[in-house]
């Protein structure tokens, strides 16, 4: 039973052509993550929202956006795509806040992004 | 800061054990994870610490040491489906960093 979805697996796209990545979860989770994980690299978290509260970390390009429509979806939208943005691309749940106690974070499978 | 130190990569023998060290700084520190990760695959939960001490799940044991900024993750009985990457990642607050990972390499 899968609980943290991410469509696609693979994506390619085109140096500058906006790509979407789309994660969903049948947990119910308040918080959903964005990670950026290049090769032997340590995933980057991006941002994470808790319920509709966007957080946005410092060091994040402006051209990486996001948006959860409603609680089961998160999307990741790249307006203009680098190669240096060929990565894997993790979406996480918890379900809460780490303040609140051990929450541990559920990962999808990943989107592997291949920038031509 | 949140350096997070680990070692690199280990090599260790099938049916032996191997303990896998982190210290870090972080402010705000509340607990320390730990996850597992194998080649290509998305990160899966290991264990997590947050008093001082040793916690045994299986052949997994996660230590922790708060004053210190020290975990350790001990792996028994190695088995060649323990060939993975793992992660030592502390929480603060409303995120987790992750560390770079130790590459386990199992031999026959």
């Known amino acids: 039973d899968a609980m943290v979805i991410q469509n696609p697996r693979y994506q390619v796209t085109q140096f500058g052509k906006p790509v979407t990545l789309s994660c969903s979860q049948t947990l119910n989770h308040n918080v959903m993550y964005w990670y950026q994980q290049k090769s032997s690299q340590a995933p980057k978290l991006l941002f994470h929202y808790y319920d509709k509260d966007f957080n946005n970390e410092a060091d994040t390009p402006d051209n990486f956006q996001s948006r959860r429509p409603n609680t089961s979806f998160c999307f990741l939208d790249i307006r203009s795509p680098g190669l240096g943005d060929a990565a894997m691309y993790l979406c996480?749940?918890?379900?809460?806040?780490?303040?609140?106690?051990?929450?541990?974070?559920?990962f999808g499978p990943g989107t592997r992004l291949t920038v031509l | 800061g949140q350096n997070i130190d680990q070692p690199t990569e280990m090599t260790a023998t099938e049916g032996a054990i191997v303990q896998i060290n982190c210290t870090y700084q972080t402010s705000g520190f509340n607990g320390l994870f730990w996850y597992q990760q194998h080649a290509g695959e998305a990160p899966t939960f290991l264990s997590y610490n947050v008093l001082d001490g040793l916690e045994e799940k299986g052949r997994f044991s996660s230590f922790l040491s708060r004053s210190k900024g020290y975990s350790y993750l001990l792996l028994k009985e190695l088995q060649m489906k323990d060939s993975a990457s793992y992660l030592c990642a502390p929480d603060r607050d409303d995120k987790i960093i992750f560390g770079k990972g130790t590459r386990l390499h199992i031999l026959p």
């Open positions: 996480a749940t918890s379900r809460d806040r780490f303040r609140e106690g051990n929450n541990e974070q559920f």
